[in-house]
């Protein structure tokens, strides 16, 4: 008996014959790109994709950094012969399987030290010396610089507010509202990273900053921490609270801020691959860190998620997608996150625009693993903003994986420890999985995820024992194919997610539209 069937059926067929073509066979570049009328085809397609993902396959690439770690010191580290060696190992798989790959320059810090102690000193309305270290510390990578100017509150919360992390200030551009350029910015501690409230002051051309702790009990001293960038070109300092109120209370305060600093620049490189296939101005960004720390080969962190993520680019190399796959491998990570913010950074906004979403892999296979999923809309209420408009979508398509084989999940705040930080930061929607570093499982979660409470995920985040043995093979096996999986739904279907081309474009028509046209 002939089946009829349904125009849905054949196009599904059509497409999981796609995706399981043997991978010896290679597409010609004349095949016609495969479409998806539904986000059940396509999910049929990435299931189907998901399944040639193998684990053992990943743990063969983790066996070479391993390797690679082994024969430069122990460790695969920005600026490292490890590092080189590993990207070279990366280049090489993907240039065999056909892609064009290119790197991008990446600049981190060497070493920063202080040549002399920094100066904060009130001029008007009195003179006044604070104290160092007991006033104010200088925030390790500031740039160097000797200024003396007036100081602009920045949407401070004054009196301090009783309950800690409630203060915003300068965590928004909008936050920097009547700034005066030249001034120096008085912002307060709290909610966002320090290097975001200081990239807004940067923009709004700020000539120095002198953040101040919070002021709750715990929260009043001069806080010593690493801002981890020294290119924004003025002198930045930490003051307690007691020293920003002061600083804060009269309408001109005019300081002379100084900070005498030394920085030796170190360069390493990003990789990028991107598939042959679907549309340019379409492209779905998959990405993790190729970086380890220096005290360690970095298997987990993040040999697990670089290898995921190559092992997908391997498989999907010769499948024809509809959007654009970007793949890429980023340099210091561990050092700032570096290598991901200066590659955004170097875009146009036209070539941002074209990047619908990207997808961050970091440490997919911690030995006492938990699986989260970055909290897209915030529905788990932890207080981290949620992420641009399409971010919950990513969310749901991942939960949608492991729901469907009744394994648990959590979610995860976007808390700007990982690549996606940039990404959000310039309403690009992310989304992607984490299995944990120095936190501690807790009872319900070992219920849940097995494992054993108390105890932290990776007991060997970020040590020498971050080595081949510290790999939980299952959580490598299963957040491997959900990479791919993912990978595969987005490269189809982008249903529910924002086109930023588009809006301008319909924004550019609009503006440009005679006065008094009629439709």
């Known amino acids: 008996?002939?089946?009829?069937?349904?125009?849905?059926?054949?196009?599904?067929?059509?497409?999981?014959?796609?995706?399981?073509?043997?991978?010896?066979?290679?597409?010609?570049?004349?095949?016609?790109?495969?479409?998806?009328?539904?986000?059940?085809?396509?999910?049929?397609?990435?299931?189907?994709?998901?399944?040639?993902?193998?684990?053992?396959?990943?743990?063969?690439?983790?066996?070479?950094?391993?390797?690679?770690?082994?024969?430069?010191?122990?460790?695969?580290?920005?600026?490292?012969?490890?590092?080189?060696?590993?990207?070279?190992?990366?280049?090489?798989?993907?240039?065999?399987?056909?892609?064009?790959?290119?790197?991008?320059?990446?600049?981190?810090?060497?070493?920063?030290?202080?040549?002399?102690?920094?100066?904060?000193?009130?001029?008007?309305?009195?003179?006044?010396?604070?104290?160092?270290?007991?006033?104010?510390?200088?925030?390790?990578?500031?740039?160097?610089?000797?200024?003396?100017?007036?100081?602009?509150?920045?949407?401070?919360?004054?009196?301090?507010?009783?309950?800690?992390?409630?203060?915003?200030?300068?965590?928004?551009?909008?936050?920097?509202?009547?700034?005066?350029?030249?001034?120096?910015?008085?912002?307060?501690?709290?909610?966002?990273?320090?290097?975001?409230?200081?990239?807004?002051?940067?923009?709004?051309?700020?000539?120095g900053v002198i953040f101040f702790n919070e002021g709750q009990p715990g929260r009043t001293d001069p806080l010593v921490f690493d801002i981890r960038e020294w290119r924004f070109g003025f002198p930045i300092v930490m003051a307690s609270t007691a020293v920003g109120l002061d600083l804060a209370a009269a309408p001109n305060t005019t300081v002379r801020l100084k900070v005498d600093a030394e920085t030796e620049v170190g360069r390493t490189k990003n990789l990028i691959a991107d598939s042959r296939w679907g549309k340019s101005g379409e492209i779905v960004a998959v990405g993790a860190h190729l970086d380890s720390v220096p005290e360690g080969p970095g298997i987990n962190d993040n040999g697990s998620g670089s290898a995921a993520t190559l092992e997908t680019a391997l498989k999907l190399a010769h499948v024809p997608t509809k959007y654009k796959v970007r793949f890429a491998w980023w340099g210091a990570e561990e050092l700032g996150l570096l290598g991901s913010d200066q590659y955004v950074a170097g875009l146009s906004q036209s070539e941002k625009d074209k990047i619908r979403l990207y997808l961050n892999f970091d440490m997919i296979a911690s030995p006492n693993d938990a699986t989260f999923l970055y909290d897209g809309d915030d529905s788990d209420a932890e207080g981290a903003p949620a992420g641009p408009a399409g971010s919950p979508e990513i969310e749901k398509r991942l939960e949608a994986f492991y729901a469907k084989r009744n394994l648990s999940f959590e979610g995860t705040d976007f808390d700007g420890r990982s690549d996606y930080g940039a990404f959000i930061a310039n309403g690009i929607p992310a989304g992607g999985i984490f299995t944990g570093a120095e936190g501690v499982k807790t009872a319900e979660q070992a219920a849940k995820f097995g494992g054993t409470a108390g105890v932290a995920y990776d007991p060997c985040y970020h040590s020498a024992c971050d080595g081949i043995d510290n790999i939980n093979a299952a959580a490598l096996e299963r957040n491997s194919k959900a990479i791919g999986y993912a990978t595969a739904y987005f490269a189809y279907d982008l249903t529910g997610i924002p086109d930023r081309n588009a809006a301008l474009a319909k924004s550019a028509a609009k503006s440009a539209a005679p006065t008094g046209a009629t439709r």
């Open 1 to 207: 008996m002939r089946l009829r069937l349904r125009r849905s059926m054949v196009k599904t067929a059509t497409l999981v014959t796609a995706i399981a073509l043997p991978l010896a066979f290679t597409v010609p570049a004349s095949a016609t790109i495969a479409t998806t009328t539904s986000p059940g085809v396509t999910d049929v397609l990435a299931n189907v994709f998901a399944t040639q993902i193998k684990g053992s396959n990943v743990k063969k690439h983790l066996d070479k950094f391993q390797q690679i770690a082994t024969a430069n010191g122990g460790n695969r580290a920005a600026g490292s012969p490890g590092y080189d060696a590993s990207l070279a190992y990366v280049q090489d798989k993907l240039r065999k399987a056909g892609y064009k790959t290119s790197t991008t320059d990446v600049e981190f810090p060497l070493s920063w030290e202080e040549a002399s102690p920094s100066v904060l000193q009130q001029t008007a309305p009195v003179a006044k010396t604070y104290a160092n270290p007991a006033d104010f510390v200088t925030v390790i990578s500031s740039s160097a610089g000797d200024v003396t100017a007036q100081v602009q509150v920045v949407d401070a919360v004054i009196p301090p507010a009783p309950t800690p992390n409630t203060s915003t200030a300068g965590c928004e551009t909008s936050d920097f509202a009547g700034f005066v350029p030249g001034r120096i910015a008085l912002i307060q501690r709290g909610t966002c990273p320090f290097v975001d409230k200081a990239t807004n002051a940067k923009a709004a051309g700020a000539a």
